[in-house]
Each structure stands twice: as structure tokens, then as C-alpha cells.
């Protein structure tokens, strides 16, 4: 996928419930720097929800994000307010890069 937004860009996040693949989150990472990359799905790891990252630009999913870690869903991208536009394209590129890679991992995890 190209990338939405610029390095250092301004956006606005705002709070919510739920993610859908393709949504543009806002999360802190594990160093305390914070991310702004596609939300492809969620992962259950060690008896905790994460979510599946991956920057629109990056070959490979970044490592999980705890769900208590997202801060949010980007809403607009710069100082002007200019909305954040998820094109059913967008959504659909981030479920099926998720689900190649889950079918992947399941495929290696069983030696199929």
C-alpha cells in the first residue's frame, strides 16, 4: 500500500471501541516512541488481545501491540483538518495481508 501520511505529520486521534482492518491507529510502542501504521487484525498472545501492525511502506508486520497500548483511530492528518480517507481498497489489502500471514503461521506451525 502507499503511505497515507508523511513522516512527522500532524494527525488527530480519537478514541474507540473497535478496529476494522485497513484503520490507521495510533499506538505506543514497548520503547515509549509512538507509531502511527495500518491496523490489519487482532492477535491473542499470552492470554492478552493485541493488534497486528504493519507500516503501509513495510514488507513485514510490526511486533504485536497490546489493545491497552492503542491510543486510537487517526481521524484527520494534518493541522487543516483534512480527513484520513479508508478506502474499501485500503481495507481490503490489510485483511487479506492478515490473513495470508495467519495462514502462513498456521501452515508453519503444523508443517503443512
Known sequence: MRPQLL?????RVRA?????????????RSDGALSV????GYAWKNGALHAVTKADAGTAA???????SVLGRVSTRDEWGTRLSI????????ARWFLSSAAHGVARRFGA
Not at 19 to 26: E, K, T
Not at 37 to 40: G, N, S, T, V
Open 7 to 11: 513522516r512527522g505529520a500532524r494527525v
Open 16 to 28: 474507540t471501541r473497535w478496529l476494522w482492518p485497513g484503520d490507521v491507529i495510533a499506538y505506543a
Open 37 to 40: 501504521h495500518r491496523f490489519l
Open 62 to 68: 510490526d511486533a504485536l501491540t497490546p489493545i491497552s
Open 87 to 94: 478506502g474499501t481498497t485500503d481495507r481490503l489489502s490489510a
